[in-house]
């Protein structure tokens, strides 16, 4: 499971509130990655960073912002949570895999459902 | 923009049978994954193709990859009851900082027995 956490696992949020989901890594990698899952789409990446203090949005980071303040945590906040944002939220990390190449893993997910 | 399609979307097929999941892409990559996931549960690494002509095989699943057509498939052979799951390709856009993923929207797999 490349030692990935995220937490909480379940949220249930009003409309308009900041929320705050946390991933950590135990494994010292350098890329992390945001993604929210929603039927129909796939992944979609929100944003992702390349180190500490190090991040860039993906291709749906309106409405999130990211902060990267030690190697093992990425924090993902919505500043003021709106329904679109009910999603699954997945955390990954870019690793070398035992068979070859680079391959991004990922954590458990987080289910967020905004009322 | 990159667009990666999957086809079929939804693969209702009987034990024994054998198909083909097709994962075709809009822009020049070498770097194809394919990942499965069950109900409610997280993302898993299958296969990582990283040049034109690749192909990787695990058990009953084998993926190539095609660059030059954008295309990658992943072949099923016998299917199994426990190869129903959600199967997802996604291309890689490597760039200064990292490899970012772009994915297809998925094709739910259900193996009848």
């Known amino acids: 499971d490349a030692g990935i956490t995220q937490s909480p696992r379940h949220k249930v949020t009003e409309t308009g509130t900041p929320v705050t989901l946390r991933c950590h890594q135990t494994?010292?990698?350098?890329?992390m990655y945001w993604y929210r899952q929603d039927p129909g789409h796939g992944l979609r990446l929100i944003h992702y960073?390349?180190?500490?203090?190090?991040?860039d949005k993906g291709e749906v980071s309106d409405g999130y912002s990211v902060s990267r303040s030690k190697t093992e945590d990425f924090l993902l906040t919505l500043e003021s949570a709106t329904s679109s944002q009910t999603s699954v939220y997945f955390c990954a990390i870019s690793a070398f895999r035992a068979s070859g190449g680079v391959a991004q893993y990922f954590g458990p997910g987080t289910r967020l459902l905004v009322l | 923009e990159l667009k990666v399609e999957q086809n079929p979307l939804f693969l209702s097929m009987q034990e024994g049978k054998n198909y083909t999941i097709y994962c075709n892409y809009s822009t020049t990559s070498d770097r194809l994954y394919w990942y499965r996931q069950d109900p409610g549960k997280s993302l898993e690494s299958l296969f990582v193709l990283l040049s034109n002509g690749a192909v990787k095989q695990e058990g009953r699943l084998m993926a190539s990859l095609d660059t030059k057509a954008r295309l990658s498939t992943l072949h099923i052979t016998a299917a199994v009851h426990d190869l129903s799951a959600t199967y997802f390709c996604a291309v890689g856009l490597t760039g200064e900082y990292g490899n970012k993923l772009v994915f297809g929207a998925g094709t739910i797999l259900r193996v009848k027995s």
């Open positions: 960073s390349y180190g500490v203090k190090d991040t």
């Open positions: 494994e010292n990698h350098r890329y």
